[in-house]
């Protein structure tokens, strides 16, 4: 996405400012919270979810924070957004959401942390005038995912052909000895100094200094010139193979890249069919058909959580629904009021409570819905739960869509804490 989600907001006139300064100082700011998420990943998660409600409350801490940054880069913005009656709220969204585009833009584990926080809590938030905007941002980056997704999991009928150039092996004819320079050698061999050679003897001297010192001059110089072509012709067969290798190299390894990277996503959907036909917890050592219907929604998003790498295909989603309808019946996708829920959580199962306890936050502010779950198991506060997401005593869920919703919240989490 390369458009500015910021200019998006100023086309669509959901933030009004005329110059072009301040438009300025507004992008400098997208940069200093890109540059503050990309150093503390686990902050783009309530940044996320304050991102995608146009009627947060200006006394949330990151709307708070936020506003602290955009003042350091343009001092008069208070006073700037009360002459337009604008809600400082909303430019503190728009720049938020255009830091967010940035980070999808270069990782897309940052881009599935946004998507993964967002993509449930959008279908709750009364997005108003803003949606066609935001909306647009959430096609991008679940395009961006799934496409990484399909890459990695090697989807059938995403294969790849590899292509193989015109590759050639080019080797020189092997380097003749040299006669001239074996004339020089035998020269040097068989005549004396006065005849251009190194003998200290001569041919016609009746004694043995020639005939000791010409064989083995010779067949040093001959052995010389031999080895020297030897060399050469080596060398050059050598270069040629070399430049062969360089050719085919990178082909054989991009085979073998993608043959392994099938045999992984083979390895994941064998395990993940295994997964959905035992109907076996691992995390529980036993079968889920032995828990409650509200247990099984929350065990199944733990377990798969631990076997699905958090860039996936949206077909595991889907594998979660159907795992639990196989288990439960048409019961999962009866949809029931929060405040119900927030009863039910009471009886969840002391082990999967255990299992859930690690994920429990102190924090003032906007909280996902994995955090506010455990915080209310520990807590019965509902109160601070529908603060803390956003959500209120009426809103209707299934255990199905919960169950994903959870899935998704802990696949955030899990990247968001992955060094």
């Known amino acids: 996405m390369t458009e500015s989600i910021l200019q998006n907001y100023l086309t669509a006139q959901h933030i009004r400012t005329s110059d072009q300064a301040n438009v300025d100082n507004l992008k400098k700011a997208v940069t ?48 700037s957004v009360t002459a337009t009656s604008d809600k400082s709220t909303t ?39 803003e949606k066609e905007v935001i909306i647009s941002f959430l096609n991008w980056i679940s395009n961006k995912v799934e496409s990484a997704a399909h890459d990695s ?34 020269t040097a061999a068989f005549e004396n100094s006065a005849r251009g050679g190194e003998n200290p003897g001569h041919v016609f001297q009746n004694n043995y200094t020639w005939i000791d010192f010409a064989p083995h001059r010779a067949a040093t110089g001959i052995a010389s ?16 193979i070399n430049n062969w290798k360089s050719q085919i190299e990178p082909i054989f390894n991009r085979i073998a890249e993608i043959y392994e990277k099938q045999s992984i996503a083979t390895n994941k959907r064998s395990e993940l069919l295994w997964w959905k036909q035992t109907l076996y917890s691992r995390s529980l050592s036993e079968s889920y058909r032995n828990k409650s219907l509200l247990d099984n929604g929350i065990l199944m998003s733990i377990d798969l959580a631990e076997m699905v790498s958090g860039v996936y295909p949206l077909s595991v989603d889907y594998l979660l629904r159907e795992t639990l309808w196989d288990l439960c019946g048409e019961e999962v996708d009866q949809k029931k ?83």
Not at 52 to 61: R, T, Y
Not at 99 to 123: G, K, P
């Open 32 to 79: 200093v919270i890109k540059n503050l998420l990309v150093k503390k990943k686990q902050r783009i998660i309530p940044f996320a979810l304050v991102a995608m409600d146009p009627n947060i409350s200006g006394e949330d801490p990151i709307v708070q924070e936020v506003e602290i940054l955009i003042i350091k880069k343009w001092p008069a913005f208070k006073n």
């Open 91 to 129: 430019y503190v969204r728009a720049v938020i959401l255009d830091a967010f585009r940035l980070l999808a833009n270069s990782d897309i584990e940052l881009c599935a942390i946004i998507w993964h926080t967002v993509r449930d809590i959008a279908s709750h938030s009364k997005l108003g005038s």
């Open 153 to 186: 999991w090697g989807i059938p009928g995403q294969n790849e052909i590899v292509p193989i150039d015109d590759m050639h092996l080019e080797i020189q004819k092997p380097t003749k000895v040299s006669s001239s320079g074996l004339h020089d050698e035998l």
């Open 225 to 240: 010139e031999v080895n020297s072509a030897l060399t050469d012709s080596f060398n050059s067969l050598e270069d040629g």
């Open 337 to 419: 009021k929060l405040a119900h829920w927030l009863e039910d959580f009471d009886q969840v199962d002391h082990t999967i409570r255990g299992s859930l306890a690690k994920y429990s936050e102190a924090y003032e502010g906007r909280q996902s819905i994995l955090v506010e779950m455990v915080n209310f198991i520990e807590n019965s506060n509902p109160e601070q739960f529908y603060a803390s997401t956003g959500l209120n005593a009426n809103t209707e869920i299934s255990v199905s869509e919960l169950s994903v919703w959870l899935f998704h919240s802990l696949q955030a989490d899990k990247l968001a804490k992955t060094k």
